[in-house]
C-alpha cells in the first residue's frame, strides 16, 4: 500500500528545507517553490481523499512502525472521515495562503515603520514547515505522536507571528507561545500518566504493554477519578487551542498581529486541532469524564457563542473582529461536540471546515484591503464597493457565510448543530440562536462601514483585486456557494466517524417524544 499520509507529510517538510536552501535574494523563486509544492501536496491529497470508502474501516491509509519501542511510541498516521475533511481544509488553504502573501513578507511592503525581522524566503519556508506539522497533527493515530506535532506547531507560528506581524508583534507571538505551551503542559502530563496505566496486566484493565496507540488505548480501562483527571489534561490545552472562552484572549491579539495569509492558518486550521482533539481524545478516550464535565462544556460554550459576539461588535480592527467571531463560532462547535448527537457532532465537524473556509475567506480579503489601505481601521474605509467592487463582492460573501445565511456553507453546519442540541439540551441551543442574531450585526455592520457610504478619500484610488488575488480568493467562495447547497459529500464522509464516536461514549440519539412526533405531522394533541 502506498504510504500516502507519511508522504503528504514529508513533502511541506522536504521543500521548506529546499527554501532555505535557495541562494540569497532568490525571493521570486522561493515564492514559487513554495506555491509548487503546496499544490502538489493539494493534489496528491485530493487523489488520496477519492480512494477513502466511506463503508469501509473506520481508519484508512494507515500506517504504524516503531518509533521508539521501549517507551511504546509508534510513528502510526490514518485518516477518519473527520480526520480527512480537515486535512483537505489545511491542504486546500495552504497554496492560496501562499498566493495571498506573494508580497507579504517583502521588507519594502506594508508598513515601513514595522519591516520584517526575516527574509522572504524564511516566511515561505515556515509556512511550508507548518503545512506539514498540520498535516501530521490530523493524521496522528499515535497519542505520543500527535503530542509531538501538537507542541511542534507552536515553533513556525511563533516566529511568523514574531518576525513578520504587526506594531505589538513580539507580545502577540509571546503571548501565543506562552498559553500553548502552558495547555501543552497539561497535555504532556496527561500522556505521561497513560503509560502505566497501558502498562498494567491485562486483568487490571491495562493492556500488557506500553502504548500510546489510539486503536489500543480506547480499551483501557481507567479508575472515574483518575479518568476525570486525564479528561481535564486534555480537554484545557484543547479548549487554549480552539480557543473556548475562557482560555481565548490569546486569539485577538496572535490574529490581529499576524499577516493575513498567517491568520488563516492560525484560526481557519490550527485551532480546528483543538476542536478535533476533544472530539477524537476527550470523548474517546474518556468516555465517562466527558459526560461528566458536559454540563460545564456546554455552558462555556454557550458563553463564548454569546460573549464572542458581543466583543466582535465593538472592535475597530478588522482582523481583531474576525477573531472575536471565531470566539463565537468555536462555542457552536463545541456546543455540537458535547450534545453528543449524531447530528450536532456532523454538525460541529462540517462547521470545522465551513468556518475555516468562511474565515480564511474574510482573512485573505481583509489583508487585501490592509495592504492597500495601510491601516487595519475599520473607519480608515469607506465606500470601498464603488472603486473595488469586486473585492467588497468578495468580502460579502464571506461575511455573509460568517454570519451563516441560508445557502452558503456555514448555515447547514450551524443548523445541524443546534438541531442536533436541541434534541438533548434545549436550553443552550435556545440561548445559542441568540449568537445568530448578533452575527448579523457584526457582519453587516463591518462591511456597511467598509464597503458603503461616501468613499473616503484615501480609498478613492484603491484598486480592485488583481489576477493573482482573484486566484487566491474565487476558489474559496465557490467552495463556499458550493458547500452551501450540497454538503452532503462531506457529511457522508463524515457521519460514519461520527456514529463510532458516539458508540464510544456510549451515547445514542434521543429518542422522538409524542410532542415532537405531533409537531412534525402536524397533527393535534
Not at 452558503?408 to 434545549?426: A, C, D, I, K
Request: net charge positive.
Amino acid at each position: 500500500m502506498f504510504p500516502w499520509l507519511s508522504v503528504l507529510i514529508a513533502l511541506p517538510a522536504v521543500g521548506a528545507f529546499g527554501v532555505t536552501l535557495l541562494p540569497k535574494g532568490a525571493d521570486e523563486l522561493a515564492k514559487r517553490f513554495a506555491l509548487a509544492v503546496s499544490t502538489l501536496v493539494a493534489v496528491l491529497t485530493v487523489v488520496m481523499a477519492f480512494q477513502f470508502k466511506t463503508g469501509g474501516a473506520r481508519f484508512q491509509f494507515t500506517e504504524s512502525y516503531w518509533w521508539i519501542k521501549a517507551f511504546g511510541v509508534h510513528w502510526a498516521v490514518g485518516a477518519d472521515g473527520v480526520a480527512l475533511v480537515l486535512i483537505l481544509l489545511s491542504v486546500i488553504l495552504v497554496p492560496l495562503v501562499v498566493l495571498a502573501s506573494w508580497n507579504d513578507a517583502e521588507r519594502s511592503g506594508g508598513a515601513s515603520e514595522n519591516p520584517p525581522k526575516r527574509s522572504v524566503k524564511i516566511y515561505f519556508a515556515l509556512i511550508l514547515a507548518l503545512e506539514a506539522m498540520m498535516i501530521g497533527v490530523f493524521a496522528s493515530t499515535d497519542v505520543f505522536m500527535f503530542y509531538v506535532f501538537f507542541e511542534a506547531m507552536l515553533i513556525p507560528v511563533y516566529f511568523i507571528i514574531g518576525s513578520y506581524g504587526g506594531p505589538q508583534r513580539s507580545y502577540a507571538a509571546v503571548k501565543f507561545l506562552l498559553y500553548s505551551l502552558a495547555g501543552g503542559l497539561l497535555m504532556l502530563v496527561a500522556v505521561i500518566w497513560l503509560y502505566p496505566l497501558s502498562a498494567r496486566p491485562v486483568a487490571a484493565g491495562g493492556l500488557g504493554h506500553p502504548s500510546f496507540l489510539f486503536s489500543e488505548l480506547t480499551h483501557l480501562q481507567i479508575e472515574p477519578t483518575t479518568a476525570k483527571w486525564l479528561f481535564m489534561g486534555f480537554f484545557i490545552a484543547f479548549a487554549i487551542k480552539a480557543p473556548l472562552v475562557p482560555f481565548h484572549t490569546w486569539l485577538p491579539d496572535a490574529a490581529g498581529q499576524a499577516p493575513a495569509g498567517a491568520a488563516v492558518l492560525i484560526v481557519g486550521v490550527l485551532d480546528k486541532v483543538g476542536t478535533y482533539g476533544m472530539l477524537r481524545f476527550c470523548l474517546e478516550l474518556f468516555p465517562g469524564a466527558a459526560r461528566w464535565a458536559t454540563p460545564l462544556v456546554l455552558t462555556l460554550s454557550v458563553i463564548g457563542i454569546v460573549y464572542g459576539a458581543i466583543l466582535a461588535i465593538g472592535q475597530v480592527d478588522l482582523k481583531r473582529l474576525i477573531a472575536y467571531t471565531s470566539i463565537s463560532h468555536f462555542g457552536f462547535i463545541t456546543l455540537g461536540i458535547f450534545a453528543m448527537t449524531s447530528q450536532a457532532q456532523a454538525g460541529a465537524t462540517l462547521y470545522m471546515v465551513n468556518h475555516g473556509f468562511s474565515t480564511g475567506a474574510l482573512f485573505i480579503v481583509a489583508g487585501f484591503m490592509i495592504s492597500r489601505r495601510g491601516s487595519a481601521r475599520i473607519d480608515a474605509y469607506g465606500g470601498v464597493q464603488k472603486v473595488a467592487p469586486l473585492l467588497a463582492g468578495t468580502f460579502l460573501i464571506a461575511g455573509l457565510s460568517g454570519l451563516s445565511l441560508p445557502g452558503l456553507s456555514s448555515f447547514v453546519s450551524e443548523f445541524l448543530v443546534l438541531v442536533g442540541t436541541f434534541s438533548r439540551y434545549r436550553v443552550p441551543a435556545v440561548i445559542a440562536t441568540v449568537g445568530m442574531i448578533l452575527a448579523a450585526i457584526y457582519i453587516l455592520w463591518m462591511y456597511q462601514r467598509t464597503m458603503n457610504g461616501p468613499t473616503a478619500p484615501a480609498v478613492s484610488a484603491m484598486k480592485d483585486l488583481s489576477r493573482r488575488e482573484v486566484v487566491a480568493v474565487v476558489p474559496i467562495i465557490a467552495i463556499i456557494v458550493a458547500l452551501g447547497f450540497f454538503p452532503k459529500p462531506i457529511l457522508d464522509v463524515i457521519n460514519p466517524s461520527v456514529k463510532q464516536t458516539l458508540s464510544r461514549v456510549h451515547q445514542v440519539d434521543p429518542k422522538p417524544t409524542v410532542a415532537d412526533q405531533l409537531i412534525k405531522t402536524g397533527a393535534r394533541p
